[in-house]
């Protein structure tokens, strides 16, 4: 009963910390001058705004996207295969840095990069319709 306390308590300590650390206030604008965690946040607020441009350059591309003669969507089929792509290749480049904190930097560095590289991809296919 005393070790089911303890590790509760410690649960319940350990969600406190992590909570307040995720709330905390970084300034991304000097990211490098932050520590590993306020680097990785400031990593997943910039892949969450490469997200959204591609997600609306996404919806922008569907409005005029054209099925081929056998009813197929290449757009669509070619999107799932990048997000695939993407997401193992950024994968791939993070295992070097496995279980240590700088793997989620790598990994959404990586994403952020590729998603912003596929957006531009996207909006030269909309300028050309």
């Given at each position: 009963m005393i070790k089911a306390g303890i590790l509760v308590c410690c649960a319940s300590a350990f969600?406190?910390?992590?909570?307040?650390?995720?709330?905390?206030?970084?300034?991304?604008?000097?990211?490098?001058?932050?520590?590993?965690?306020?680097?990785?946040?400031?990593?997943?607020?910039?892949?969450?705004?490469?997200?959204?441009?591609?997600?609306?350059?996404?919806?922008?591309?569907?409005k005029n996207a054209v099925k081929s003669s056998d009813g197929n969507d290449p757009l669509l089929s070619g999107?799932?295969?990048?997000?695939?792509?993407?997401?193992?290749?950024?994968?791939?480049?993070?295992?070097?840095?496995?279980g240590g904190s700088l793997q989620p930097l790598i990994n959404l560095t990586c994403r952020a990069r590729i998603t912003r590289d596929r957006t531009e991809e996207l909006l030269l296919m909309e300028r050309f319709h």
């Open positions: 969600a406190a910390m992590s909570s307040s650390a995720v709330s905390q206030d970084w300034d991304c604008t000097n990211a490098g001058d932050l520590p590993q965690q306020g680097m990785n946040f400031c990593a997943a607020q910039d892949f969450n705004k490469a997200d959204a441009a591609l997600n609306a350059a996404w919806s922008l591309i569907r999107q799932r295969a990048w997000l695939e792509y993407r997401d193992l290749q950024c994968e791939a480049e993070s295992l070097f840095f496995e």
